[in-house]
């Protein structure tokens, strides 16, 4: 089974930073590229970032493109999302998903969602 653990979520005030991770447990990062969706309130859930660890992709949705960095460490099977100049439409459930892609459909597996709350 595919196991995945977001956290890193919170309340921040427009302008400001937060560091999401994503643990995964049962596969390694040969085996899946590794995504970031959100889920605002009202709203479909939607891809941001993916990375793949076996060609260097790297991929960003329009709205998060220079704001948002993602990566991974191997060694501790994580990866992380930098989110910097954060604004208030960034506020969302923030998904971390196995075996996106750059058409942006939802992956097959998923954890569990880390709230992210950005204050005007």
């Known amino acids: 089974d595919v196991q995945l653990q977001a956290s890193g979520g919170g309340l921040v005030q427009a302008g400001g930073s937060l560091r999401l991770s994503c643990a995964a447990s049962?596969?390694?990062?040969?085996?899946?590229?590794i995504g970031w969706f959100r889920q605002a309130p009202g709203k479909e859930r939607e891809g941001i970032s993916c990375?793949?660890?076996?060609?260097?992709?790297?991929d960003y949705a329009d709205s998060v493109e220079g704001r948002f960095t993602i990566s991974s460490d191997n060694a501790k099977n994580t990866v992380y999302l930098q989110m910097n100049s954060l604004k208030p439409e960034d506020t969302a459930v923030y998904y971390c998903?196995?075996?996106?892609?750059?058409?942006?459909?939802?992956?097959?597996?998923w954890g569990q969602g880390t709230q992210v709350t950005v204050s005007s």
């Open positions: 049962r596969f390694t990062f040969d085996d899946y590229a």
């Open positions: 998903a196995a075996d996106c892609d750059s058409s942006w459909r939802l992956p097959d597996y």
């Open positions: 990375i793949s660890d076996t060609d260097g992709y790297t």
